[in-house]
């Protein structure tokens, strides 16, 4: 059975960095696409940014020079650094990975921002 574990949500100040990961484990899993989904309140779960086990990335516009998603294959474990945080980036963060038949979801980290 395959389980996606984040960590590393919390609070945060406009300009500051957070750093998330999501260790993904189950026997023999080997996930093709690794990457994080965001929800914010009230609106829709949107992409933030994927990677590939090759490590090819497809970012979201909103993040793009900002966020930095990293893997490590033999952990099956994937990385976001985010920086120069925005009131807009607060939202639950949702870890996916994907083998090319299923997709599986963590059940979320919170970043929370502060003035």
């Known amino acids: 059975q395959v389980q996606l574990v984040e960590s590393g949500g919390g609070l945060v100040q406009p300009g500051g960095s957070l750093r998330l990961s999501c260790a993904a484990s189950?026997?023999?899993?080997?996930?093709?696409?690794m990457g994080w989904y965001r929800q914010a309140p009230g609106k829709q779960r949107e992409l933030v940014v994927t990677?590939?086990?090759?490590?090819?990335?497809n970012y979201a516009d909103s993040v793009k020079g900002r966020f930095t998603i990293s893997r490590d294959n033999a952990k099956n474990t994937v990385y976001l650094q985010m920086n120069s945080l925005k009131p807009e980036d607060a939202a639950v963060y949702y870890c996916n990975a994907a083998t090319y038949y299923q997709g599986y979801w963590g059940r979320g980290a919170q970043v929370t921002g502060s003035s």
């Open positions: 990677i590939s086990r090759g490590g090819s990335t």
């Open positions: 189950g026997s023999s899993f080997r996930p093709n696409t």
